[in-house]
């Protein structure tokens, strides 16, 4: 019989930091007749028990228990926030820890025979709040506000109140220690629970950080995120580099060359396509407008945070004027933010020769050097694709004009592609009822593939995101598209799903995925 101290967490109370400590010392805890259990197999468990899968958990906490038995040491250390259940924030659950009694009793009695003791330690709740609040900040897109956030749970609610019947079933088998934001406390809290004294053997080791929020002004811009967000599932692109306090390399003074504009379109004797070649010469009009962008030193962050009224009225007068397109971007862009209309507005000047071509181009450029991680996430992916489209057109750079052309048609392909499939009545997520193609090839020379039998899809993605690399600024705005992409239902998630139901593993094939992961199940 070993004695076994489950240690509960609770999340945000530095169990990661104690786990890491913990495996650090897994050398000097085992000369001092203690294993620290923290492998897949005690994760899997924890990730059952907050799913509320209990018999399954109960299974695989038994597994657990003869592993325990057939250590030669006396003490074993179990550590997983998740045995307590799931984190707030991470389903829509609003109650905090329901079955946390019901997760103890099923861990006591999954390890017998061994004298088993649980260890939660207990941090104030405001503040625990405050940080579960954090980690849902950096993670997920539900809630923007702290009072918000507090609200959607149970209220009013103590600790006191929630450990009072894992108190009454475990009695002194509960221990509950005050949470220290310094993580040397908490291992040598549990330390103190071993059967053998081991603390002078691990001073050299602690020499893991306190835990530490992010910055107010880092969760001022999380916060827009959420609140704004346009497509959820890729915000956590501009979140993660966001808390890593990235920016942009910009393109040197001394570098930028612009492309004429209008751009030049000789007349050839010879022209393969004469009529397309004369819708290409007018393809920028040239209008007569009027002045409404803002100064070229403008301050834009005020722009970030003031948010377009939901009342906007569409107006169906001519777009040729400038103060009419004004009010259309308006209504389109309702509920965005202000910045988010100047970029369309800059976007709408660039796509005219007017007098203010070198103003807007200004001005476009500076939302994208100065607020691009703060806007990608923002704008729908019809702005995104302007926004690409106008890098082409005016790149500071040939990398921003590259990326921004092959962007441009990266996702026009996608488009037209994915309109065809709905005009013939295909579901976008169906998958293929053959692996090969069914008709015959009226384009000579270029070849069909079969589902699986070509690097085709991920070839392209490969070198789409090659070319988004070769700039930080329009290059971020690429990426952003490509995981959309990735996110959602079209011709890459078909082949790939197609390929996965069906079973297709083609020799020399077998890795070729659209974006080089199997997707899941």
């Known amino acids: 019989m070993k004695n076994v101290i489950v240690h509960l967490g609770p999340h ?3 169990s990661t930091s104690i786990q890491k400590c913990l495996t650090e010392s897994s050398t000097d805890l085992v000369s001092g007749g203690i294993s620290f259990l923290h492998d897949s197999e005690t994760l899997e468990a924890a990730t059952l028990l907050s799913r509320e899968l209990f018999d399954e958990a109960e299974e695989k906490m038994s597994k657990l228990s003869i592993a325990i038995s057939n250590l030669k040491v006396d003490t074993v250390i179990l550590s997983q926030e998740d045995f307590s259940g799931n984190l707030i924030g991470r389903t829509n659950k609003r109650r905090i820890y329901p079955k946390l009694t019901k997760n103890m009793r099923i861990i006591s009695r999954s390890l017998r025979p061994h004298n088993v003791r649980f260890v939660f330690f207990e941090r104030e709740e405001s503040e625990w709040m405050r940080s579960c609040y954090h980690q849902h900040l950096k993670y997920r897109t539900k809630f923007s506000s702290l009072p918000e956030f507090k609200e959607h749970f ?53 020499s893991f950080q306190e835990n530490i929020s992010p910055k107010r002004d880092v969760i001022e811009k999380l916060e827009r995120v959420n609140r704004l967000t346009e497509f959820p599932a890729t915000a956590w692109l501009a979140k993660k580099m966001l808390l890593d306090e990235w920016a942009p390399k910009r393109v040197p003074d001394s570098e930028i060359c612009y492309s004429i504009w209008p751009p030049e379109v000789e007349q050839k004797q010879s022209v393969a396509l004469p ?90 450029h500076r939302i994208w050097d100065e607020h691009g991680l703060s806007m990608i996430n923002e704008l729908s992916t019809r702005w995104l694709i302007s926004s690409l489209q106008t890098f082409f057109d005016h790149g500071k750079s040939e990398s921003q004009r590259l990326i921004g052309s092959a962007a441009y048609f990266y996702a026009n392909m996608i488009k037209i592609y994915e309109s065809e499939r709905s005009i013939e009545g295909s579901q976008p997520d169906a ?44 290059g971020l705005v690429f990426q952003e598209f ?40």
């Open 12 to 14: 945000k109370t530095g």
């Open 154 to 206: 149970e209220s009013p609610w103590n600790w006191t109140q929630k450990l009072e019947r894992a108190h009454h079933v475990f009695g002194e088998k509960l221990i509950v220690f005050p949470y220290s934001a310094t993580p040397k406390d908490g291992v040598n809290a549990l330390l103190s629970l071993a059967t053998t004294s081991t603390s002078g053997k691990l001073e050299h080791l602690f």
């Open 275 to 364: 009529n397309l070649m004369e819708r290409t010469r007018h393809r920028v009009p040239t209008h007569q407008v009027s002045d409404l962008l803002p100064e070229l030193d403008v301050d834009l962050l005020p722009m970030l945070t003031t948010i377009l009224p939901n009342d906007e009225f569409l107006t169906d007068a001519s777009r040729q004027q400038m103060e009419n397109q004004s009010k259309i971007l308006r209504y389109h862009l309702r509920g965005k933010s202000e910045l988010s209309y100047l970029n369309g507005l800059t976007i709408s000047y660039l796509r005219r020769d007017t007098k203010y071509t070198d103003k807007a181009r200004h001005l476009f």
């Open 431 to 474: 998958v293929y009822e053959s692996e090969t193609p069914q008709t015959s090839n009226m384009f000579r020379g270029l070849d069909r593939f079969s589902v699986g039998g070509s690097d085709l899809m991920l070839n392209t993605n490969a070198l789409a995101l090659e070319i988004a690399a070769k700039d930080d600024v329009a």
């Open 482 to 521: 490509m995981l959309r992409v990735k996110s959602s239902k079209n011709v890459f998630s078909r082949q790939d799903t197609t390929r996965l139901e069906l079973g297709v593993a083609k020799e020399g094939f077998i890795d070729t995925w659209s974006f080089f992961e199997e997707p899941e199940k």
